[in-house]
């Protein structure tokens, strides 16, 4: 018997970013999206996790599951297309040694060359009509502030500027404002999905929850580094969220966002291992496709029984350590 989405209940979802990792994300998302009876309602997603969720919620407003899994296919393969990683850090080395883009006039948003794909992919009137919310994390550069845009603050810029690393990307200005990547502070961040309808959220991450082993290699620990630099907001959250439930845990009379927080439920499914280096050709998306797959097919398995039932708070502190 095929294993179904239990009725009545919706998943909430944090996806992390992490340049073409986002491709893992994708995998995990592909696999959930044949479940049958799977439904999203909300969507917090950072840098190319926000890509990931605006192809998730643009996609399920036009076909449903299907629809969602076929604009996800779309989206990865415009990338794999372009080779946007590479063009991305082409393009930041020209910047590095021209300046001529920041003279007045100039328009910086010439250097990023995810901004064709984002608008000829992602309808903004769809998105921000799709009946799965969307939270698109990006950090504000005068004060390193987390800012959330949903709604009708849901623009192209919006996403770019959750994707946008300097200094390979000049930073997006949204009214006024200079943004740029959201993994600096929130990455992904639980915040929008925590006052929602329903109680478990599902945390796809791009890092492994523990190393296997420490890197070695010059390249390895730059990659590594800078991914838990870039997931240390999150971890900061984890702990803030634990510490709030045991604060709460053994109390009689609770408020209401206090009972909505102690009802909370955290899934997670993380790869393995550290996924390697960055690389936007075809065969690698692939592969870390297949690997998400794999990673979310097994926590269906293994985990998605738990889904709608309570008690479950200890065993992902443990499990994060926390």
Wanted: proline fraction near 5%.
């Amino acid at each position: 018997m095929v294993q179904a989405f239990p009725t009545g209940m919706s998943l909430k979802l944090a996806l992390q970013g992490g340049g073409a990792h986002g491709a893992f994300t994708w995998g995990v998302l592909d696999r959930l999206l044949t479940i049958p009876g799977i439904a999203v309602s909300a969507v917090s997603g950072t840098s190319s996790g926000a890509m990931n969720g605006a192809a998730l919620a643009q996609g399920w407003m036009r076909g449903g599951a299907a629809g969602a899994r076929d604009l996800l296919a779309q989206f990865w393969d415009a990338v794999s297309r372009q080779s946007a990683m590479h063009q991305w850090f082409a393009a930041g080395m020209q910047a590095l040694h021209d300046a001529s883009w920041l003279t007045p006039g100039a328009s910086p948003q010439a250097f990023n060359a995810l901004r064709p794909i984002v608008e000829g992919t992602f309808d903004i009137e769809s998105l921000r009509r799709s009946p799965i919310a969307l939270y698109v994390a990006a950090t504000r550069v005068r004060d390193a502030a987390l800012t959330v845009f949903h709604g009708d603050r849901l623009t192209h810029d919006a996403l770019l500027a959750s994707a946008c690393l300097p200094p390979w990307h000049p930073l997006i200005e949204i009214d006024g404002e200079g943004y740029w990547d959201g993994g600096f502070a929130g990455n992904p961040t639980l915040e929008p999905l925590l006052g929602l309808p329903g109680d478990d959220i599902l945390c796809v991450l791009v890092q492994p929850l523990r190393l296997s082993a420490a890197p070695q290699r010059p390249r390895d620990m730059i990659d590594i580094s800078v991914q838990q630099a870039f997931g240390a907001a999150f971890w900061r959250e984890l702990r803030d969220l634990a510490s709030a439930w045991h604060r709460i845990d053994s109390r009689l009379w609770l408020s209401s966002e206090e009972k909505h927080l102690k009802r909370l439920e955290l899934h997670v499914v993380a790869p393995a291992d550290a996924l390697g280096t960055q690389d936007t050709r075809q065969h690698r998306l692939r592969q870390l496709h297949e690997q998400g797959w794999a990673a979310a097919d097994a926590w269906w398995r293994t985990e998605g029984e738990l889904l709608g039932q309570r008690g479950g708070k200890v065993a992902w502190i443990d499990r994060f350590g926390l």
